[in-house]
């Protein structure tokens, strides 16, 4: 007998990136009192690691609680960048409904079309949320209507076409349904999510059914399944069986050793929970997303969309510089490979696999960000190792012909660096599908262009558009091979000997062109130093000293000036490394150097290959 949990609504935070999810959650978590009057409350409280706080964006799905009017409110915010997108996928089918935030001046976005297309291909209800509109250049009503339109482009019912609009600042935690006249609280929120998202509804007398949608992983408990009860009722102890869509021969017996329900910020022990909890089970080793965990008796488990596959990857190998081992903790082979598969545990869009050679390995992901998130954690963590330049994942289609994957590229830059875009990206094989005029002097351009285009493209972009332009991409699909590509039309400028840099060597490297280093910093036979001006390496000496004689000219010794290097950030690095090249990371430096380090070897690999 199905019924309907009234205490309950289940619901997902969507949006395209930097449209202010992580802030609506902060307010709602604020307002719905869960944080004492007197306690300090950090600002995006949900973006709990390093790197989410300082980018400013949200890696992995996070789970929280708010009870409002005796309603308990199960929120999961998601995050917005499209190389995260596996992750807003499985949590759509957790919950009953979703908000959409949309920013009232950017208006819909490509990931905004994503994540809405994710929630009305499951018959979600939708809430639209328009966010800051305290910005001055706010357009609300502009925005509704491309809202709408989006809405009927992805073939929405007449239920969700009926959505609710609340218009807020969760900024300063105001919101409203009129965006002329705004609440000081986030009420007209709270009561639309009551009125219109569904209460989750099952049947409490049939067997136990829990469908994995999130891991979580813990040092002391390992893996923690995140799901909601569909039927049944679990509990701590109860024998169990686990059976997954995808794999029909799979059955195996656990046992369920503790259960927890979400409060607030917290994890909280309880002994059941029935149809609509959205809980957290640990004491399963090997528990994977899209398992359901199910009575013995009846053992069905719940259909679930197979994980988006990886389109790029990179080799992570031991770094065998000269300098190695001098700056990281964990440097072996043995290391890189625990840690790799550690992360497997909690990311599901990630593949590792080993190589010919024991100390190298292929990661492959969703995009450059993906992949630069796992390399600086690691690095932080105290690892040590060399990445490889990026590359896309081809395959094979029907006819037998290579197919690559292609990227929808929305870019809005100010109109007049438009051409330089267009340009640009022609180069890189990019089809212009479309340009539009946008508000305060900005086009709109949308490209269809190969995956491996837009690798090392983000840096020039921001350089030829002075900052001022922003660029987002989502994966299209596979298509025929587009032909070949030249990336990278200056070469390095190559360290000559090992030592240190100093001033005098580096005068005269610099006129070749850009330095990437300065004075007193180690340096190797092999290590790249800067880029040329010119298409051809070029190997220079950088630890040479001036020759001292006792004569001396009047005003040459006069202070050498040196122009300041420039200093490259990882994603920076990652853009720049040639294929004939890798990237090694430790601790404290980024050093870019050739796979071949002697010059000899490395003229001759370079005949081979012509």
């Known amino acids: 007998m199905l019924t309907k949990r009234e205490d309950i609504r289940n619901i997902a935070i969507i949006a395209h990136v930097d449209h202010g999810k992580t802030t609506l959650v902060d307010e709602l978590l604020k307002q719905s009192g869960v944080f004492r009057e007197n306690q300090e409350v950090a600002e995006r409280v949900m973006d709990s690691n390093d790197i989410e706080r300082e980018r400013g964006i949200t890696i992995l799905s996070k789970n929280t609680a708010v ?60 809430v639209v949320c328009v966010n800051k509109i305290d910005r001055p250049e706010a357009r609300c009503s502009e ?60 049947d409490p ?37 686990i059976v997954n869509a995808h794999e029909p021969e799979k059955q195996k017996k656990v046992k369920v050793s503790a259960l927890y329900e979400y409060d607030g910020l917290n994890k909280v022990n309880v002994k059941e929970a029935t149809v609509g909890s959205i809980v957290a089970i640990s004491g399963i080793a090997d528990i994977h997303i899209g398992d359901t965990i199910c009575s013995p008796e009846d053992a069905e488990p719940i259909p679930f969309q197979k994980i988006s596959e990886p389109t790029i990857a990179m080799n992570f190998m031991v770094n065998d510089s000269p300098l190695a081992g001098q700056e990281g903790k964990y440097v072996t082979s043995r290391h890189i490979r625990e840690r790799l598969f550690k992360e497997l545990n909690t990311d599901v869009s990630l593949r590792v696999e080993e190589t010919d050679s024991p100390d190298c390995f292929k990661v492959s992901g969703r995009g450059e960000l993906h992949l630069s998130v796992l390399i600086e954690n690691m690095r932080r963590e105290g690892y040590e190792f060399a990445v490889s330049k990026a590359e896309v994942l081809y395959r094979q289609d029907s006819k037998g012909r290579k197919t690559e994957p292609m990227e929808i590229a929305y870019i809005d830059v100010p109109d007049e660096f438009t051409g330089t875009v267009i340009e640009k990206l022609g180069q890189r094989k990019g089809e212009l599908q479309n340009m539009s005029q946008i508000t305060g002097g900005y086009t709109r351009l949308e490209f269809s262009i190969p995956a491996r285009g837009l690798i090392g493209y983000r840096g020039e972009f921001m350089t030829d558009t002075k900052g001022n332009g922003i660029i987002n991409t989502i994966f299209d699909e596979y298509a025929p091979y587009k032909g070949d590509i030249q990336y990278r039309k200056q070469g390095s400028l190559i360290a000559f000997e090992t030592g240190e840099s100093i001033t005098y060597g580096l005068f005269n490297a610099q006129e070749r062109g850009t330095l990437f280093i300065g004075p007193g910093e180690k340096v190797y036979s092999g290590m790249v130093i800067g880029q040329n001006g010119k298409p051809e390496d070029v190997e220079i000496n950088v630890c040479k000293k001036k020759q001292l004689t006792n004569t001396r000219a009047s005003g040459s010794d006069e202070a050498l000036r040196l122009t300041p290097p420039k200093i490259l950030s990882l994603e920076q690095a990652l853009e720049f490394i040639d294929a004939d090249e890798l990237l090694e990371i430790t601790p404290e430096n980024l050093r870019i150097r050739k796979k071949i380090l002697d010059p000899t070897l490395r003229k001759r690999a370079g005949f081979r290959k012509e």
């Open 205 to 241: 007398e049939a067997g136990t059914q829990v469908l994995i949608s999130t891991i979580d992983y813990n040092e002391y408990v390992g893996r923690i399944g995140v799901g909601k009860v569909s039927n049944g009722v679990i509990r701590v102890n109860q024998e169990a069986v």
């Open 67 to 126: 009870t409002y009017k005796n309603t308990k409110i199960n929120i999961v915010d998601t995050p917005g960048h499209a190389d995260f997108g596996g992750e807003v996928e499985r949590v759509l089918k957790m919950v009953d409904g979703a908000i959409l935030v949309v920013d009232a001046f950017e208006g819909t976005m490509p990931q905004t079309k994503f994540v809405l297309k994710k929630a009305l291909s499951l018959k979600l209800p939708v």
């Open 143 to 202: 925005v509704v209507d491309e809202v709408l339109e989006l809405f009927m482009d992805l073939d929405a019912d007449d239920r969700q076409l009926d959505c609710p609009f609340i218009y807020a600042s969760a900024k300063n935690g105001q919101s409203g349904t009129d965006p002329e006249n705004v609440g000081p609280t986030m009420e007209p929120l709270f009561e639309a999510i009551l009125d219109f998202i569904p209460a989750p509804e099952g």
